[in-house]
């Protein structure tokens, strides 16, 4: 196997957080809406729901930002970064962000420990605590140990946990996050690329009956022919996860040697699927990212991109992200 430079690790890297949230900010716009044909420009024009201005991300990156920063500026204090997250998710819940998830909000309403919360609130919901909260969000999860899958997916589960406990939703961020380490440190600089067999690389890191159900879902959103749209309730965690896999898949890399050009059209892809949209190109964006690097986001796009971790704090733009992400990457 190849090695992949340093120098294009850490753009991966980069990579995995901007175009996160450049699929946040593109799908914005078209939050809780229909399907659209694929004649149908998308772009980063703002509005939708909450009004968000042209390029500002959402929830999605707030929160995955809480993370990012818990691992770029370390609590020298802790031998873990949970508690610091913790303390972001809290932080940024208490300024009054525009757009909250119903599961998100119950826990972080909730006083005492998150975990445990999350863990009351999934006990009296046993049909409605599977959303996809923490799978959008746990991007940055795959930077804090490069190359250390068990020490990844610990921590995914442990991020997850904190709003999320539903097996499901834990699964999902632990091969999303495997995924994206892999993509950062073993995939090809163009041509084909095996989303699939990377995705399935994370399945002996979960209890066996959980791997084999899985690898059906895996294989049903990368089956010839499996579209995004397939998977319409994309506020389900299963189905935001096959939808993000399947519009990455479906959408074809161009034969001209414009490899990176992928990128962009897997996440209008993404976007065209309708429903949680913001949220189904973010998790879309941050495999993505990994795999093309922080250079394939547009530069229109990069320009464009700004929003906040914590409201009342002033506005963070691409620059500021791709500078947490490395740090958090090479520290």
């Known amino acids: 196997m190849t090695a992949v430079p340093a ?5 991966r890297a980069a990579g995995a ?6 699929g946040d900010a593109l799908g914005a716009p078209y939050e809780f809406g229909p399907p659209l044909d694929a004649s149908v420009a998308v772009t980063m024009k703002g509005g939708g729901a909450f009004g968000f201005a042209p390029g500002e991300w959402t929830d999605d990156t707030q929160m995955a930002l ?38 998100t909000t119950a826990v ?9 919360a999350a863990s009351t609130y999934a006990e009296g919901h046993p049909n409605s605590a599977a959303g996809n909260g923490s799978l959008m969000r746990t991007g940055p999860v795959a930077l804090a140990h490069p190359g250390d899958r068990r020490a990844i997916a610990a921590l995914a589960r442990q991020v997850s946990a904190l709003t999320h ?8 961020c632990i091969l999303w996050s495997l995924a994206i380490d892999h993509a950062i440190h073993h995939a090809p600089t163009d041509g084909a690329y095996d989303w699939a ?5 994370g399945l002996t890191l979960l209890e066996r009956d959980r791997a ?5 879902l895996i294989a049903d959103a990368v089956s010839r022919g499996a579209q995004p749209v397939d998977f319409p309730k994309n506020g389900w965690v299963v189905h935001a996860f096959q939808a993000a896999l399947a ?6 890399v161009s034969d001209a040697g414009d490899a990176s050009s992928h990128l962009p059209l897997a996440l209008a892809h993404a976007v065209r699927a309708g429903g949680d949209t913001d949220t189904v190109a973010a998790i879309a964006g941050s495999l993505l990212g990994a795999r093309w690097g922080a250079s394939a986001v547009p530069v229109i796009w990069r320009l464009d991109l700004h929003g906040r971790r914590i409201y009342g704090q002033p506005l963070l733009t691409a620059d500021d992200l791709e500078d947490l992400a490395r740090r958090a990457f090479t520290r």
């Open 247 to 252: 519009a990455i898949v479906s959408t074809p």
């Open 165 to 172: 406990s539903d097996p499901d939703c834990a699964d999902a």
């Open 17 to 22: 957080v901007l175009a996160s949230a450049a």
């Open 197 to 201: 067999g990377a995705m399935q690389l």
């Open 66 to 103: 809480a993370v990012l920063t818990a691992l770029a500026e370390p609590d020298p204090r802790s031998s873990t970064p949970v508690p610091a997250v913790e303390a972001g998710f809290r932080a940024w819940f208490a300024s009054g962000p525009a757009d909250v998830g119903t599961q």
């Open 212 to 216: 084999q159900r899985w690898n059906g």
């Open 7 to 11: 120098a294009v690790q850490q753009d």
């Open 108 to 116: 972080l309403s909730t006083p005492g420990p998150l975990a445990v």
